[in-house]
């Protein structure tokens, strides 16, 4: 099996900055993607942005140039810098990833998410 942790989120006034982290562990063989969705009240969940192990980015429109996702793949593990922060940032925000495991194939798995919260 694997788990991710996710870590790094909390309260910050707009305009400020936040790193969330999410580390993938148990049963690798390979992880192929790993990104950040987030879900507001009321609102569906929706990708902030994801990595290709080793290769592309893709980000939403609301955060290019604000948020940068990178990886490090020794540790087997995703953040998500965000700067300029909004209040419209504030939101639950879970880590995804696609990870191939040793015993089985590609499979997607969840974080259970951390509070962003933009506010004066």
């Known amino acids: 099996q694997v788990q991710l942790a996710e870590s790094g989120g909390g309260w910050v006034q707009p305009g400020g900055s936040l790193r969330l982290s999410c580390a993938a562990s148990?049963?690798?063989?390979?992880?192929?993607?790993m990104g950040w969705y987030r879900q507001a009240p009321g609102r569906e969940r929706e990708l902030v942005a994801t990595?290709?192990?080793?290769?592309?980015?893709y980000y939403a429109d609301s955060v290019k140039g604000r948020f940068t996702i990178s990886e490090d793949n020794a540790k087997n593990t995703v953040y998500l810098q965000m700067s300029s922060l909004k209040p419209e940032d504030t939101a639950v925000y879970y880590c995804?990833?696609?990870?191939?495991?040793?015993?089985?194939?590609?499979?997607?798995?969840w974080g259970h998410g951390t509070q962003v919260s933009v506010s004066s």
């Open positions: 148990g049963s690798i063989y390979r992880i192929n993607r």
């Open positions: 990595i290709i192990w080793g290769g592309s980015t």
């Open positions: 995804n990833a696609d990870i191939t495991g040793w015993d089985i194939g590609p499979n997607d798995y």
